[in-house]
């Protein structure tokens, strides 16, 4: 028997909804997100391709990249152009790496390090 679906309910967000609502106006790691959602953290990395290009096309919203930073030698991963996490960094080779974290701002807002709109990316 299907399940009866309530009209005046809205319906449940989805992964990618949940994800856009979470970063507005704060800064969040992939696995941070996964935890919140309950989704795992690949899944989180492959929506965020997607809410990149959702924010781009609304001009009141940026999205924000706090790059990722190498922990021995301060080396600051600023022109990458993927979402994940780097491997290695490319200054001393150290595996010890920060994650990215990513956000949503309001267009005005200066809460962001670098936003998906820079120039020399």
């Not at 449940?12 to 969040?28: H, N, S």
């Not at 150290?94 to 962001?112: K, N």
Request: some cysteine; overall charge positive; glycine content about 4%.
């Amino acid at each position: 028997m299907p399940a009866y679906h309530n009209p005046m309910l809205p319906p449940e967000r989805t992964p990618r909804q949940r994800i856009m609502e979470l970063l507005v106006g704060t800064r969040l790691t992939t696995h941070q997100l996964a935890q919140m959602i309950a989704i795992p953290e690949k899944q989180v990395e492959d929506h965020l391709i997607h809410v990149v290009k959702s924010i781009s096309q609304d001009k009141t919203r940026r999205f924000i990249l706090e790059p990722s930073r190498c922990q021995d030698c301060d080396f600051v991963f600023r022109d990458r152009r993927r979402l994940t996490r780097p491997s290695r960094c490319p200054n001393c080779r150290s595996e010890d790496i920060t994650a990215p974290r990513y956000g949503i701002d309001s267009v005005g807002s200066r809460l962001g390090i670098m936003d998906s709109n820079a120039s020399g990316r």
